[in-house]
């Protein structure tokens, strides 16, 4: 168990729908990243935040969005969802400080969204 | 930029064989390098990293992998396999910490009895 928690586990919906995955970071780490996992995509990281502010953007859509609460959980947002977004979107934390050069990407679980 | 190379979508060995999982990355700078095991329907779980100490990094389960500046190589190896080593493998690169990993395609390790 890696401390990183992901809600829900299975989503299933259709095309032109909105749903949010939410996260919750291992205790004290203050650094929220999503990653989408995809058969043709791979893993490909998708927008990194640090104690409630962005930090960092890949190849996240405009339908996407996410934040990071004041409790540091953090919540992915898919809007207008089309059947490509099917697939499995990770959660990872860190501690995120500056300078340590050891930072570990722990990740969660994991939700598998389904688009019919 | 960084890229992750990884070398064999998928790999089979018999178990008690040695088990060797390629990757090579690019990097403009030092890099970070990591590897993650993602066993069916579960998360990916961390197996060891190197981030500038060591060049030989060794892991959990018996897996090792050493870090070869000159060949842009970082592969993972275990001495004998075993049944439960059947998982997907991920090389990952990073320059920093608190920084976005980039990812290998991944190479699927099966185990033969």
Same mark, same amino acid.
Request: with cysteine; hydrophobic share 35%; net charge neutral.
């Given at each position: ?116 | ?61 018996? !897996?090792? =992998? ?5 060949? #842009?190589?970082?592969?993972?190896? $275990? ?6 080593? %059947?998982?997907?493998? !991920?090389? =990952? ?5 608190? #920084?976005?990993?980039?990812?290998? $395609? ?6 033969? %009895?």
């Amino acid at each position: 168990d890696s401390g990183v928690t992901q809600t829900p586990k299975h989503l299933i919906t259709a095309t032109g729908q909105r749903v949010t995955l939410r996260c919750s970071p291992r205790s004290g780490d203050l650094s929220v990243y999503w990653y989408q996992q995809s058969l043709d995509q791979g893993l490909q990281f998708l927008i990194q935040y640090y104690n409630g502010e962005e930090r960092a953007k890949g190849n996240i859509l405009e339908r996407f969005s996410a934040q990071q609460f004041p409790d540091l959980h953090s919540e992915l947002n898919l809007s207008s969802l089309e059947l490509g977004d099917s697939a499995l979107y990770f959660c990872a934390s860190s501690v995120g400080l500056a300078g340590v050069r050891t930072d570990t990407q722990y990740f969660g679980p994991g939700t598998r969204l389904t688009v019919l | 930029a960084q890229s992750v190379t990884q070398l064999g979508s998928h790999v089979s060995v018999s178990e008690g064989a040695l088990v060797l999982l390629r990757c090579n990355y690019s990097s403009s700078v030092p890099p970070y390098l990591f590897w993650y095991v993602q066993y069916p329907n579960q998360g990916l779980q961390l197996l060891l990293k190197y981030t500038s100490a060591a060049t030989l990094v060794k892991g959990i389960n018996g !897996f090792e =992998a050493e870090f070869k500046k000159s060949e #842009t190589s970082f592969h993972l190896t $275990k001495p004998s396999a075993h049944m439960s080593d %059947a998982a997907e493998y !991920f090389c =990952a690169v990073t320059f920093s910490g608190n #920084t976005p990993l980039v990812f290998g $395609k991944g190479t699927r390790l099966s185990v033969i %009895a």
